[in-house]
T-cell receptor, first 113, second 117 residues
Framework: NAGVTQTPKFRVLKTGQSMTLLCAQD?????MYWYRQDPGMGLRLIHY???????AKGEVPDGYNVSRLKKQNFLLGLESAAPSQTSVYFC????????????FGPGTRLTVT | AQTVTQSQPEMSVQEAETVTLSCTYD???????LFWYKQPPSRQMILVIR??????QNATENRFSVNFQKAAKSFSLKISDSQLGDTAMYFC??????????????FGQGTTLQVKP
């Protein structure tokens, strides 16, 4: 099992460009999450999904969109990148209850110049 | 709002000694879950230990244990017999239970722990 994978691992964008981050999990988990990690602020939830075809906003959703067309994939889109979106992005998945461990991907380091 | 606070940005400990990382949280929920995650230099997030709020007994996983004080809303992590491989950033996280629970985590700011040989 690969667990949770993220594509790409690194990316540099210019302000105004768009991109999509792909998260894939092979554990048949219902719930998936996108977080961003910034120095001194821990991880903050951007969007999440509680099942195929569903998405919801987290703590810091502005400037991002998501889609969950297939259960195993969760896409995070930046339509018009801004320097404030420079961060490390983590995807996670879980079986679905509060007790359920979240399994994290390796992260994507995104720099917006 | 539910928040998690880690007041120690950096700590260090000598190999084989014991260290305690602090975490406090704020919530009006009665049932919830608490976690400690480790993030080594590889950046991979790894679950260290977890605690259910309705369980009074403190969780233990090998060299890792917690001191859960529900009334004080405190959840500290104790690492015994520290090893060089314990060098990492440690995050405390909270997940509420109840209707509409989505399993989402609220993280603290993190504590960077360095284990010195």
């Amino acid at each position: 099992n690969a667990g949770v994978t993220q594509t790409p691992k690194f990316r540099v964008l210019k302000t105004g460009q768009s991109m999509t981050l792909l998260c894939a999990q092979d554990m048949n988990h219902e719930y998936m999450y996108w977080y961003r990690q910034d120095p001194g602020m821990g991880l903050r939830l951007i969007h999440y999904s509680v099942g195929e075809g569903t998405t919801a906003k987290g703590e810091v959703p502005d400037g991002y969109n998501v889609s969950r067309l297939k259960k195993q994939n969760f896409l995070l889109g930046l339509e018009s990148a801004a320097p404030s979106q420079t961060s490390v992005y983590f995807c996670a998945s879980s079986r679905g209850t509060g007790w359920g461990e979240q399994y994290f991907g390796p992260g994507t380091r995104l720099t917006v110049t | 709002a539910q928040t998690v606070t880690q007041s120690q940005p950096e700590m260090s400990v000598q190999e084989a000694e014991t260290v305690t990382l602090s975490c406090t949280y704020d919530t009006s929920e009665n049932n919830y879950y608490l976690f400690w995650y480790k993030q080594p230099p590889s950046r991979q997030m790894i679950l260290v230990i977890r605690q259910e709020a309705y369980k009074q007994q403190n969780a233990t996983e090998n060299r890792f244990s917690v001191n859960f004080q529900k009334a004080a809303k405190s959840f500290s992590l104790k690492i015994s017999d520290s090893q060089l491989g314990d060098t990492a950033m440690y995050f405390c996280a909270f997940s509420p239970e109840g209707s509409g629970n989505t399993g989402k985590l609220i993280f603290g700011q993190g504590t960077t722990l360095q284990v010195k040989p």
